[in-house]
């Protein structure tokens, strides 16, 4: 029978429930075992795709099109098993589901209430992740215990164990024991009271992960395990990462986090074997290359609206054993300050998504500084649409060029609305979505870097580049290096006599793993450390070396 894995947040929220839930996920699949991913999350909203990126982070975009919460991205990059709309459920999405079926008529007669009803809905949704060919569902319930919210999806989890068999379930609680300076100790008590309110559900954690500053010792272990009913060995401490959360996983096996889960599920697995993640932080701890790449987005300040294309640079830097200095640079500040104040000195320049008018021009300058100045270039999404805007600009005197989104009347539409967008009205999982397949162009820097003649790839957009100008633009040197198989999407643009300037329509940080970098964030990086390595030989054209580093320093 499929064993479950249910854990829970207490204390505060942004504990890192979804990096340990991805954690040991992947020390389970090291261990041999088929294991599955879900997060349920609390709020209303159906998904989180109409949500800010300042209040919510990224959206996570998955191959059939789910637009999801981002803690499905740490899932897909630690754990291989298939990830998909089952795998992401909000209370929203719950509700709308009971909702619809009391409007069918399946409930006639009845009183629909929240016991059954929802956590009814809220165990099927659970059941849906199991199967003959899954050994382990990792299911994470957002939120913190207390918050009203939550209090549906913790009596559904409770009542699962009572539907399943409290043998195939175990509760992992994730906790916080907070470092007072003033009193030089960590404080065990907010962890009791999160415990506390858990039982008082009727939920008995089996496990404890005690998110601390500071290592707890062993008198505090025996009092947390003591108040809260847990075995000694049950009580994991999690301290902080300064240096990479890829430690996550060997600091949970250090605390025996894997064995323990093992045996209280009566799991048949075979020894750990993490041989490949220690290689990996060997390499991220002693690197060979350095360089500093510039982000220059709408949401710089939001280290979680970017989530995945941070990841994917840091993975594109152990491919290369480079350590990757982010800058990350508000493109609202490149408008009012210059881009060669705030870009002189990085070795790579990424423009990655976003929505809205706000800060448009300094993505458009980052750009043109990146083309004119030789320096490698990386759009994602609206980045590829400034590159487009800002060629047509530039470079062959298209006045007025612009995207139909920012300005609906531009005199030059190079950027407008999908055919298939002119009549979607709602705003919520309506745009090109999901997996779509991209044919690439014979000798190009993509076709080079995946080493494929197509690829498939997720997107998330409404906005294309407007084919009336495609004859243009390939006239005045810009390449289209992938386009969708019927040729009419235009999904990769590159500038042949550029040292590396590629920009893309769809989302490649989504696939992009520590172990298996996106070919494209590889080839962006590999391009930045060969600029890094003609500055340091003298570039006539370039600060020098230590200039350079200094400059890049202030805004790192």
Not at 203 to 231: G, M, T
Not at 245 to 271: F, T
Not at 386 to 415: F, Q, W
Not at 449 to 467: C, T
Request: proline share 4%.
């Amino acid at each position: 029978m499929t064993k479950h894995i249910f854990v829970t947040g207490g204390v505060v929220s942004s504990l890192g429930k979804g990096l340990t839930s991805a954690s040991i996920g992947m020390l389970l699949e090291q261990r041999g075992l088929r294991v599955r991913m879900q997060k349920l999350d609390p709020y209303i909203n159906v998904d989180p795709g109409t949500m800010s990126p300042y209040q919510h982070g990224e959206v996570y975009v998955l191959d059939d099109g789910s637009e999801t919460d981002l803690d499905l991205g740490h899932y897909e990059r630690f754990t291989s098993g298939p990830l998909s709309r089952d795998c992401n459920y909000t209370t929203g999405q719950i509700y709308l589901s009971v909702i619809e079926k009391e409007r069918r008529g399946q409930f006639l007669g009845k009183t629909v209430q929240v016991i059954p009803h929802i956590t009814n809905e809220i165990k099927s949704v659970i059941r849906k992740m199991g199967g003959d060919d899954v050994d382990v569902v990792i299911t994470e319930i957002g939120g913190t215990v207390g918050d009203i919210e939550s209090l549906p999806f913790l009596e559904a989890i409770r009542q699962f164990s009572l539907d399943v068999g409290r043998e195939n379930c175990l509760y992992m609680h994730l906790t916080l024991v907070p470092y007072l300076k003033a009193a030089d100790e960590l404080k065990t008590k907010p962890t009791q009271h999160s415990v506390g309110q858990l039982r008082e559900i009727g939920i008995q954690p089996d496990i404890l992960i005690c998110r601390c500053e500071r290592s707890i010792s062993r008198e505090d272990r025996e009092k947390i395990a003591l108040f809260c009913n847990v075995p000694g060995e049950a009580v994991i401490e999690e301290k902080d990462k300064d240096f990479s959360i890829y430690e996550v996983p060997l600091s949970l096996v250090d605390n025996g986090l894997d064995e323990l889960i093992v045996r209280r599920l009566g799991l048949q697995a075979k020894s750990l074997d993490i041989s490949r993640w220690s290689e990996l932080l060997h390499g991220l701890r002693n690197p060979r290359h350095e360089v500093s790449i510039a982000v220059v987005g709408k949401y710089a300040e939001h280290k979680d609206a970017y989530k995945s294309i941070y990841e994917s640079l840091d993975h594109a830097g152990i491919h290369h054993r480079a350590q990757v200095r982010i800058g990350r640079i508000q493109s609202s500040d490149i408008e009012r300050e210059g881009p060669e104040r705030l870009l002189a000195g990085y070795h790579g320049i990424l423009v990655p998504g976003g929505f809205g008018e706000r800060g448009i021009e300094g993505k458009l300058q980052a750009v043109r500084y990146a083309r004119e100045k030789g320096i490698p270039y990386f759009g994602i999404c609206l980045g590829m649409q400034c590159a487009v805007i800002e060629y047509g600009r530039n470079v062959m005197g298209l006045d007025g060029a612009h995207s139909t989104e920012v300005e609906k009347d531009a005199s030059h539409p190079v950027i407008c609305l999908l055919d298939e967008q002119r009549n979607v009205t709602d705003k919520g999982g309506t745009m090109r979505l999901g997996s779509m397949p991209c044919q690439l162009a014979a000798g190009s820097a993509a076709a080079t870097a995946y080493a494929a003649e197509s690829v498939q790839e997720r997107h998330r957009h409404r906005y294309e580049f407007n084919n009336e100008y495609r004859q243009q633009y390939e006239a005045a040197g810009m390449r289209f290096a992938g386009t969708s198989p019927d040729g009419k999407l235009v999904e990769i643009v590159e500038l042949a006599e550029h040292p590396w300037f590629v920009a893309v329509q769809f989302h490649p940080e989504f696939k992009s793993k520590p172990l298996q970098a996106h070919p494209l964030f590889a080839g962006f990086i590999g391009a930045s450390i060969e600029r890094r390595k003609r500055r340091a030989e003298g570039d006539a054209q370039s600060l020098p070396a230590a200039a350079e580093t200094e400059e890049v320093k202030s805004n790192v």
